[in-house]
């Protein structure tokens, strides 16, 4: 499921390197949808895609395209939780020209040569 948005960056944070073949890099964006208190939404990139938010800065207004992603996890214990994450495609600047690295085309701003993001009919539960 393709979505987007558009705010100002809020914090973002350093690549984490989760596992041997998954690293991951977290940013907010504030959001203000016409609610009195403005809407703090972490999103995240994911492996090649994590030094794509190295030339942005605290404040910049923002345009994102993601996937919402959902799985089911279940503990030793038994217990069933359920964790969403909201997986960033592309990011461009508002009212600029996009940064260095990133490509134009018909389908949009994307990171580097990846491929665009996954159809709807993306059948990968995570």
């Known amino acids: 499921m393709n979505m987007q948005t558009q705010g100002k960056i809020h914090t973002t944070k350093e690549a ?19 609610s009195k208190y403005p809407q703090y939404v972490m999103f995240q990139l994911t492996g ?3 030094e794509s938010l ?5 404040g910049d207004e923002v345009k994102v395209e993601f996937s919402l992603r959902g799985r089911e996890w279940t503990s030793p214990k038994g217990e069933v939780r359920y964790f969403n994450s909201l997986e960033t495609w592309s990011i461009d600047r508002v ?15 994307t990171f580097g040569d990846e ?6 009919d993306d059948d990968i539960p995570f």
Do not use: H
């Open 16 to 34: 984490e390197q989760v596992t041997q073949r998954f690293r991951k890099r977290e940013f907010v964006l504030e959001l203000e949808g016409g």
């Open 115 to 120: 491929p665009p993001p996954p159809s709807d």
């Open 48 to 50: 090649d895609r994590c």
């Open 54 to 58: 190295d030339g942005f800065s605290k």
């Open 95 to 109: 009212g600029d020209a996009a940064p260095a690295g990133f490509n134009q085309d018909a389908g949009g701003a």
